[in-house]
T-cell receptor, first 113, second 117 residues
Framework: ELKVEQNPLFLSMQEGKNYTIYCNYSTTSDRLYWYRQDPGKSLESLFV???NGAVKQEGRLMASLDTKARLSTLHITAAVHDLSATYFC?????????????WGAGTKLIIKP | NAGVTQTPKFQVLKTGQSMTLQCAQDMNHEYMSWYRQDPGMGLRLIHYSVGAGITDQGEVPNGYNVSRSTTEDFPLRLLSAAPSQTSVYFC????????????????FGSGTRLTVV
């Protein structure tokens, strides 16, 4: 079964703290995406990870990919309130002769001042 | 550059009615797809297309039809709306997965919030 699991699904944290969101997936893939979604809004691309060992950073967010462990992490450093949102990971999986994007359930992140 | 344009933004339907959700992109992307997003869940793939004239089913295709007559447009049709189709629908496009430019990722439309009563 093609499955993408995120944890935690909900995270409430204080400003200034560090935390990591985990994304596990069930089958071989070397393309993983992180998106951010604000309430009532569309999805905003954060990172595209295309190979084993890929690491990308943008501001206080850093994403990494380990294709052998089928694991990606999204690390938040010194969190600020503006990072409050729901974060999704998604994986391109090859099925039925084509690639399909399979999504995790999302991690709702609340950062308190 | 408009990106991915979805219309309408909101729609209320009665059970049994039909409608078409429109999606257009101006980035010359080969790959287009439709997802639905329900509370507490990630997006689920309804249908996708790898190019004009080619469509295929995703995870949850029942009750929906699609067509791809041009590279730019990928409409989603609800033939006979049911309350279970109440959801937020997103259209997305990208370069063909596996192609050289895929590192640009997927671009999403603004979404259509559909309620079926």
């Amino acid at each position: 079964e093609l499955k993408v699991e995120q944890n935690p699904l909900f995270l409430s944290m204080q400003e200034g703290k560090n935390y990591t969101i985990y994304c596990n997936y069930s089958t071989t893939s070397d393309r993983l995406y992180w998106y951010r979604q604000d309430p009532g809004k569309s999805l905003e691309s954060l990172f595209v990870l295309l190979s084993n060992g890929a690491v990308k950073q943008e501001g206080r967010l850093m994403a990494s990919l380990d294709t052998k462990a089928r694991l990606s992490t999204l690390h938040i450093t010194a969190a600020v309130h503006d990072l409050s949102a729901t974060y999704f990971c998604a994986v391109d999986m090859y099925r039925d002769s084509n690639y399909q994007l399979i999504w995790g359930a999302g991690t709702k992140l609340i950062i308190k001042p | 550059n408009a990106g991915v344009t979805q219309t309408p933004k909101f729609q209320v339907l009665k059970t049994g009615q039909s409608m078409t959700l429109q999606c257009a992109q101006d980035m010359n992307h080969e790959y287009m797809s439709w997802y639905r997003q329900d509370p507490g869940m990630g997006l689920r793939l309804i249908h996708y297309s790898v190019g004009a004239g080619i469509t295929d089913q995703g995870e949850v295709p029942n009750g929906y039809n699609v067509s791809r007559s041009t590279t730019e447009d990928f409409p989603l049709r609800l033939l006979s709306a049911a309350p279970s189709q109440t959801s937020v629908y997103f259209c997305a496009s990208s370069y063909r997965p596996g192609a050289e430019k895929i590192d640009y990722g997927y671009t999403f439309g603004s979404g259509t919030r559909l309620t079926v009563v």
